[in-house]
């Protein structure tokens, strides 16, 4: 399979970006939070995902619900706690998916599993809230295996026809979208919680599922259309 992306390549980038989520730290200090432009939009769109087993699910929706009650935010519930390999064809306000896209990412999701039945499920270690003024995520050390899962899974959506599929660029898993703004002098407690909270969390994916997803001012809302087990 062609090399999309280089390991060194996904690890710089993945670096780059937690950086500028550590550097976000003081735009939050002086100005506080806005609105996540995927709420105020209402995206919804088209996903292959790592999912954990009930009880890591559940420990990181719980990080999350501490987190909404300092920061105006949604809460991920833990059917909606995910690290996200495809995401694909956002659109505003959508309120049914493109079947033939999910169809797609079915059947790349099979391949793909059934190429990879030799290679671990990779280990994700969880160690650290990190937040910019629209999102908070939970910081992921991905192992090797994390990057063979995504070559696989981008490959065989090239070969299919779905080119602009992009490389995932780390296993973060995003915990709260901000529904308002709040300035920064309302956010003592949210920057206290996040500083504080010890984050040690071992996952490994025990499947991949196919959804499709929507987020508003409620909920991030995943709709699993096909599973497969690791």
Known sequence: ????????????????????????????????????????????GHL???????????????????????????????????????????????????RFTLNLLESVAEQGVERLRQVPAPTIIYDQILANQTTTILRGEPDEHFWNYGHVMVNLCHQAGLTDVRFPWGPHTTINRNIDAAKAQELRRYRNLKETLQINFVATPDRIDVAWYTCDREKFAINVVGSFDL
Do not use: C, W
């Open 1 to 44: 399979m062609k090399e999309i992306v280089s390991r060194e390549e996904f690890n710089e980038k993945m670096l780059n970006i937690y950086s500028k989520f550590e550097a976000a730290e003081k735009d939050i200090e002086e100005n506080g939070v806005v609105a996540d432009p995927v709420i105020t939009n209402e995206l919804g």
């Open 48 to 98: 292959i995902i790592f999912r954990f087993k009930k009880e890591i699910a559940e420990k990181i929706s719980d990080v999350s619900v501490l987190m909404s009650q300092t920061v105006p935010s949604i809460a991920y519930s833990p059917d909606s706690i995910h690290s996200t390999i495809i995401s694909y064809r956002e659109i505003p306000y959508m309120s049914e998916p493109d």
